[in-house]
């Protein structure tokens, strides 16, 4: 596949061989960045891992930078009160449900109380693919409701290691400062190793990089 111009000016300025420490991967990054957009710092993680393993969860970002999601809730009586005080876009129960099987999808996260997933399981097929079902994993299933719109609120985000054993974390725009970024990729690395499966040995984090948007990788110390 052919390289931009502006890619391969980026890349005179890497040395692909080597292992850079955090602080000049965040800067090498943001100076190569060259887009004529506020292009997205993002982190790759390689993890030794077996197939059956899951490496997933959330966790809150010390320095937020995306834009605010649209919750909604599905919950009832006083629960349903609560998700509208604390800032849920949209509450309701079976009739959110059937308003979402006739093709309404106007949300970006779905928060839901245990007692109606019974019903919410019934849109499987269309929230599942679209990785939007709620989930106890990702705690948007849960009876603090409260306590789930303020985390979103503040930045909440999931992180999920594909089936080759890479996680991929937006964690900054170009325009943030270095250490806000640095301080962002910091949590979101130790949040992956608090998921280390019993079993694996050695190294857990066995590669990482940072990249641009638009921009070649830059590898990582892992230590």
Known sequence: MAKSKRFREALTKIDREKTYGLMEAVDLVRSTATAKFDETVEVHLKLKMRSKDSVRDTFVMPHSFIKEKRILVFARGEKADEARSAGARVVGAEELVEQIRGGWMDFDVAVATPDLMREVGKLGPILGRRGLMPNPKTQTVTNDVAGAIAELKRGRVEFRADKTGVVHMPVGKVSMESQQIIENATVFVAE????????????????AAVSSTMGPGVRVATR
């Open 192 to 207: 992956v190793r608090k998921k280390r499966p019993a079993e694996v040995k050695g190294e857990f984090v066995t590669s």
